[in-house]
Protein backbone atom coordinates (compact mmCIF):
# COMPACT_ATOMS: atom_id res chain seq x y z
CA UNK A 1 0.00 0.00 0.00
CA UNK A 2 1.26 3.41 -0.98
CA UNK A 3 1.30 6.44 0.93
CA UNK A 4 -1.72 7.52 3.15
CA UNK A 5 -2.92 10.12 1.19
CA UNK A 6 -3.80 8.23 -1.88
CA UNK A 7 -5.82 5.47 -0.44
CA UNK A 8 -8.35 4.58 -3.04
CA UNK A 9 -12.40 3.44 -2.71
CA UNK A 10 -13.03 5.23 0.57
CA UNK A 11 -17.47 5.36 0.48
CA UNK A 12 -17.93 5.61 3.86
CA UNK A 13 -15.57 7.51 5.46
CA UNK A 14 -13.22 10.68 3.62
CA UNK A 15 -9.25 11.04 5.50
CA UNK A 16 -6.76 13.86 4.32
CA UNK A 17 -3.98 15.19 5.73
CA UNK A 18 -3.80 18.78 7.03
CA UNK A 19 -0.06 19.17 7.99
CA UNK A 20 1.24 16.78 10.14
CA UNK A 21 -2.75 16.24 11.11
CA UNK A 22 -4.75 13.07 9.87
CA UNK A 23 -8.61 14.24 9.68
CA UNK A 24 -10.94 10.90 9.22
CA UNK A 25 -14.16 11.49 9.16
CA UNK A 26 -16.91 8.61 8.97
CA UNK A 27 -19.59 10.19 6.11
CA UNK A 28 -22.64 8.43 5.99
CA UNK A 29 -24.74 11.35 7.40
CA UNK A 30 -27.78 9.81 6.29
CA UNK A 31 -27.42 6.82 8.61
CA UNK A 32 -25.62 9.52 11.11
CA UNK A 33 -22.33 7.47 10.50
CA UNK A 34 -23.76 4.34 10.69
CA UNK A 35 -21.05 1.35 10.83
CA UNK A 36 -21.87 -1.65 8.58
CA UNK A 37 -19.58 -4.56 8.29
CA UNK A 38 -17.81 -3.33 4.91
CA UNK A 39 -17.43 0.16 6.28
CA UNK A 40 -14.91 -1.68 8.74
CA UNK A 41 -13.13 -2.31 6.50
CA UNK A 42 -11.96 1.07 5.08
CA UNK A 43 -12.08 2.10 8.83
CA UNK A 44 -9.00 -0.47 9.40
CA UNK A 45 -7.06 0.24 6.10
CA UNK A 46 -6.70 4.02 7.27
CA UNK A 47 -6.36 3.10 10.81
CA UNK A 48 -3.37 0.40 10.03
CA UNK A 49 -1.71 2.86 7.42
CA UNK A 50 -1.94 5.84 9.97
CA UNK A 51 0.26 3.69 11.81
CA UNK A 52 2.82 3.00 9.76
CA UNK A 53 3.02 6.83 7.64
CA UNK A 54 5.59 8.96 9.07
CA UNK A 55 4.13 11.45 8.04
CA UNK A 56 0.88 11.30 9.86
CA UNK A 57 2.11 12.35 13.71
CA UNK A 58 -1.47 13.24 14.95
CA UNK A 59 -5.09 11.86 13.97
CA UNK A 60 -8.56 13.70 14.51
CA UNK A 61 -11.77 11.70 14.43
CA UNK A 62 -15.12 13.19 13.87
CA UNK A 63 -17.92 12.73 11.59
CA UNK A 64 -20.01 14.19 8.65
CA UNK A 65 -23.13 16.10 8.93
CA UNK A 66 -25.07 16.05 12.79
CA UNK A 67 -23.96 12.73 14.01
CA UNK A 68 -20.64 11.37 14.97
CA UNK A 69 -21.65 7.92 14.92
CA UNK A 70 -24.93 6.29 15.69
CA UNK A 71 -23.20 2.87 16.18
CA UNK A 72 -23.52 -0.27 14.68
CA UNK A 73 -25.88 -0.27 11.32
CA UNK A 74 -28.82 -1.88 12.89
CA UNK A 75 -30.90 -2.97 9.21
CA UNK A 76 -27.65 -5.04 9.29
CA UNK A 77 -27.67 -6.02 12.27
CA UNK A 78 -31.81 -7.04 12.14
CA UNK A 79 -30.29 -10.56 9.74
CA UNK A 80 -27.99 -11.99 13.01
CA UNK A 81 -24.57 -11.88 13.06
CA UNK A 82 -22.43 -15.48 12.31
CA UNK A 83 -19.27 -16.27 15.04
CA UNK A 84 -16.53 -16.13 12.41
CA UNK A 85 -13.86 -13.88 11.76
CA UNK A 86 -15.26 -11.89 9.19
CA UNK A 87 -18.51 -11.03 10.97
CA UNK A 88 -18.99 -7.55 12.32
CA UNK A 89 -18.32 -8.41 16.01
CA UNK A 90 -14.65 -8.97 15.37
CA UNK A 91 -13.91 -7.43 12.28
CA UNK A 92 -15.07 -4.47 14.60
CA UNK A 93 -12.89 -5.98 17.69
CA UNK A 94 -9.49 -5.42 15.58
CA UNK A 95 -10.24 -2.41 14.27
CA UNK A 96 -11.18 -1.02 17.83
CA UNK A 97 -7.71 -2.37 19.22
CA UNK A 98 -5.67 -1.34 16.29
CA UNK A 99 -7.06 1.95 16.94
CA UNK A 100 -6.42 2.14 20.63
CA UNK A 101 -2.94 0.92 20.05
CA UNK A 102 -2.45 3.62 17.27
CA UNK A 103 1.28 4.95 18.79
CA UNK A 104 0.29 8.35 17.66
CA UNK A 105 -2.41 10.84 19.65
CA UNK A 106 -5.94 10.18 18.25
CA UNK A 107 -8.48 13.00 18.98
CA UNK A 108 -12.10 12.57 18.86
CA UNK A 109 -14.39 15.51 17.28
CA UNK A 110 -17.71 14.34 18.93
CA UNK A 111 -19.70 16.39 16.88
CA UNK A 112 -22.91 14.80 17.20
CA UNK A 113 -24.84 11.50 19.00
CA UNK A 114 -22.00 8.77 19.70
CA UNK A 115 -23.97 6.20 21.01
CA UNK A 116 -22.93 2.16 21.67
CA UNK A 117 -20.00 1.78 19.31
CA UNK A 118 -19.79 5.27 18.07
CA UNK A 119 -19.21 6.22 21.86
CA UNK A 120 -17.00 3.16 21.78
CA UNK A 121 -15.11 4.77 18.68
CA UNK A 122 -14.74 7.87 20.73
CA UNK A 123 -13.48 6.07 23.66
CA UNK A 124 -10.45 4.53 22.39
CA UNK A 125 -9.42 8.25 21.63
CA UNK A 126 -6.60 9.72 24.01
CA UNK A 127 -9.06 12.86 23.87
CA UNK A 128 -12.17 13.51 23.10
CA UNK A 129 -13.50 17.36 22.55
CA UNK A 130 -17.55 17.78 22.18
CA UNK A 131 -19.84 20.29 20.37
CA UNK A 132 -22.37 21.59 22.80
CA UNK A 133 -25.25 19.89 20.62
CA UNK A 134 -23.43 16.27 20.98
CA UNK A 135 -25.26 13.49 22.90
CA UNK A 136 -23.52 10.13 24.07
CA UNK A 137 -25.09 7.11 25.05
CA UNK A 138 -24.04 3.36 26.00
CA UNK A 139 -27.07 2.11 24.87
CA UNK A 140 -26.76 -1.82 24.33
CA UNK A 141 -29.27 -2.30 27.12
CA UNK A 142 -31.52 -0.91 25.71
CA UNK A 143 -31.46 -3.16 22.82
CA UNK A 144 -31.33 -6.26 24.94
CA UNK A 145 -27.47 -6.69 24.50
CA UNK A 146 -24.20 -5.93 26.53
CA UNK A 147 -21.16 -3.62 24.57
CA UNK A 148 -19.38 -5.57 22.63
CA UNK A 149 -17.22 -2.55 21.01
CA UNK A 150 -14.87 -2.05 23.82
CA UNK A 151 -17.78 -0.04 26.10
CA UNK A 152 -17.17 -2.48 29.35
CA UNK A 153 -13.63 -2.02 29.21
CA UNK A 154 -12.95 1.64 27.72
CA UNK A 155 -15.33 3.50 29.88
CA UNK A 156 -14.45 2.33 33.70
CA UNK A 157 -10.86 3.68 32.90
CA UNK A 158 -11.99 6.92 32.08
CA UNK A 159 -15.12 7.75 34.20
CA UNK A 160 -14.72 5.05 36.68
CA UNK A 161 -15.73 1.60 37.45
CA UNK A 162 -18.95 2.72 39.46
CA UNK A 163 -20.30 6.05 36.65
CA UNK A 164 -19.67 3.37 33.82
CA UNK A 165 -21.71 0.73 35.62
CA UNK A 166 -24.82 3.36 35.62
CA UNK A 167 -24.33 4.54 32.23
CA UNK A 168 -23.93 0.82 30.60
CA UNK A 169 -27.05 -0.94 32.47
CA UNK A 170 -29.31 1.76 32.13
CA UNK A 171 -28.24 2.69 28.76
CA UNK A 172 -29.22 6.12 28.98
CA UNK A 173 -28.59 9.23 26.55
CA UNK A 174 -26.44 12.49 28.20
CA UNK A 175 -25.47 15.91 26.43
CA UNK A 176 -22.19 17.26 26.59
CA UNK A 177 -22.50 19.07 29.99
CA UNK A 178 -22.53 15.82 31.74
CA UNK A 179 -19.87 14.52 29.05
CA UNK A 180 -17.75 17.36 30.68
CA UNK A 181 -18.46 16.79 33.83
CA UNK A 182 -17.59 13.46 34.59
CA UNK A 183 -13.87 13.67 32.76
CA UNK A 184 -15.62 11.89 29.51
CA UNK A 185 -14.36 14.68 27.57
CA UNK A 186 -11.73 17.03 27.58
CA UNK A 187 -13.87 20.78 26.70
CA UNK A 188 -17.62 21.38 25.23
CA UNK A 189 -17.36 23.81 22.35
CA UNK A 190 -20.14 25.44 20.21
CA UNK A 191 -20.39 23.31 17.15
CA UNK A 192 -19.29 25.53 14.94
CA UNK A 193 -15.34 26.36 16.80
CA UNK A 194 -14.93 22.23 17.47
CA UNK A 195 -13.11 21.37 14.87
CA UNK A 196 -10.61 24.40 15.60
CA UNK A 197 -10.24 23.29 19.26
CA UNK A 198 -9.47 19.64 18.23
CA UNK A 199 -7.04 20.61 14.94
CA UNK A 200 -5.23 23.02 17.61
CA UNK A 201 -5.07 20.34 20.38
CA UNK A 202 -3.55 18.08 17.93
CA UNK A 203 -1.37 20.27 15.98
CA UNK A 204 0.45 20.58 19.35
CA UNK A 205 1.03 17.12 19.45
CA UNK A 206 2.01 16.87 16.23
CA UNK A 207 4.91 19.01 16.97
CA UNK A 208 6.30 17.02 19.66
CA UNK A 209 8.60 13.69 19.42
CA UNK A 210 6.53 11.17 17.80
CA UNK A 211 8.69 8.11 18.93
CA UNK A 212 8.49 9.59 22.85
CA UNK A 213 5.16 10.18 22.82
CA UNK A 214 4.11 6.79 21.18
CA UNK A 215 5.97 4.94 23.68
CA UNK A 216 4.78 7.50 26.20
CA UNK A 217 0.95 6.37 25.31
CA UNK A 218 2.24 2.15 24.78
CA UNK A 219 2.82 2.66 28.54
CA UNK A 220 0.09 4.57 29.74
CA UNK A 221 -2.12 2.10 28.02
CA UNK A 222 -0.66 -0.89 29.23
CA UNK A 223 -0.33 0.30 32.81
CA UNK A 224 -4.01 -0.75 33.43
CA UNK A 225 -3.10 -4.32 33.18
CA UNK A 226 0.31 -4.48 34.55
CA UNK A 227 1.70 -4.42 38.22
CA UNK A 228 4.54 -1.46 38.89
CA UNK A 229 7.34 -3.32 38.74
CA UNK A 230 6.21 -4.47 34.50
CA UNK A 231 5.57 -1.16 33.98
CA UNK A 232 8.77 0.79 35.26
CA UNK A 233 10.46 -2.14 32.96
CA UNK A 234 7.65 -1.04 30.60
CA UNK A 235 9.15 2.49 30.54
CA UNK A 236 12.49 2.00 30.81
CA UNK A 237 12.25 0.36 27.19
CA UNK A 238 10.13 2.77 26.01
CA UNK A 239 13.04 5.73 26.82
CA UNK A 240 15.76 3.07 25.29
CA UNK A 241 13.90 3.56 22.07
CA UNK A 242 14.30 6.89 22.24
CA UNK A 243 17.70 7.68 22.79
CA UNK A 244 19.09 7.04 19.26
CA UNK A 245 16.12 9.35 17.66
CA UNK A 246 16.67 12.95 16.32
CA UNK A 247 13.57 14.43 18.52
CA UNK A 248 15.73 13.41 21.78
CA UNK A 249 19.41 14.57 20.30
CA UNK A 250 16.97 18.54 19.34
CA UNK A 251 15.18 18.17 22.65
CA UNK A 252 18.65 18.09 24.79
CA UNK A 253 20.14 20.75 22.55
CA UNK A 254 17.18 22.83 23.01
CA UNK A 255 17.21 22.83 26.52
CA UNK A 256 21.30 23.29 26.88
CA UNK A 257 20.50 26.62 24.25
CA UNK A 258 17.49 27.39 26.67
CA UNK A 259 15.36 27.36 23.44
CA UNK A 260 12.16 25.69 22.49
CA UNK A 261 12.60 22.51 20.63
CA UNK A 262 11.48 22.01 16.94
CA UNK A 263 10.69 18.22 16.82
CA UNK A 264 10.80 15.94 12.97
CA UNK A 265 8.72 13.23 14.27
CA UNK A 266 12.27 10.92 13.99
Not at 64 to 72: E, I, N, P, T
Not at 78 to 91: C, L, R, T, V
Not at 117 to 133: E, I, P, V
Request: net charge neutral; charged share 25%.
Amino acid sequence: MGPLMEISGLNSLTWHLDGAVGVLTLNKPDRLNAIANKDIDELDRVVMQAGKDPAVRAVVITGAGRGFCSGADVKEWAGGHDADEESWPAKMHRTIARLYWLPKPVIAAVNGVAVGAGLDLALTADMRFAASTARFGEIYAQRGICPDAGGSYLLPRIVGEARAAELIYTGRIFDAAEALRIGLVSDVTEPDALMDRAMAQARVFAAGPTVAIGQAKQNIRRGYTVGIEEALRNEQRGALLCVPTEDKAEGLKAAIERRSPVFVGR
